[in-house]
């Protein structure tokens, strides 16, 4: 089966910074798209940051782009999202998800993780 196991997240005060990490098991890899997806209380899940695992094609949606950073240790089968310069509006529970066929809006994944929650107090 596979597993993501996230972690890392906390509360901040707005402009702090946070590194959420993803552990990945049970996933034979090919060059799919690992992401980081988050959904806030009343809204629906958005895509934040997507990654291929082989050949690094990135996308970072709008609303964290400058802020956010997607990366991967492929030796360690890990995900990470470094976020700097949080806003209130970061608030949301993150989640990771692997074998991602769609990195927009809501997003569409095979396998996702239990989520991380991250707080940003103004």
């Known amino acids: 089966d596979v597993q993501l196991v996230e972690s890392g997240g906390g509360s901040v005060q707005a402009g702090g910074s946070l590194r959420l990490s993803c552990t990945i098991s049970?996933?034979?890899?090919?060059?799919?798209?690992m992401a980081w997806f988050r959904q806030a209380p009343g809204k629906e899940r958005e895509g934040v940051s997507c990654?291929?695992?082989?050949?690094?094609?990135?996308y970072v949606a709008d609303s964290v782009k400058g802020r956010f950073t997607i990366s991967k240790d492929t030796s360690k089968n890990t995900l990470y999202l470094q976020m700097n310069s949080l806003e209130p509006e970061d608030t949301a529970m993150y989640y990771c998800?692997?074998?991602?066929?769609?990195?927009?809006?809501?997003?569409?994944?095979?396998?996702w993780g239990q989520g991380t929650q991250v707080t940003v107090s103004s």
């Open positions: 998800a692997a074998v991602v066929s769609d990195c927009t809006g809501s997003g569409r994944a095979n396998n």
């Open positions: 049970g996933l034979s890899f090919g060059d799919y798209t």
């Open positions: 990654i291929t695992w082989r050949t690094d094609n990135i």
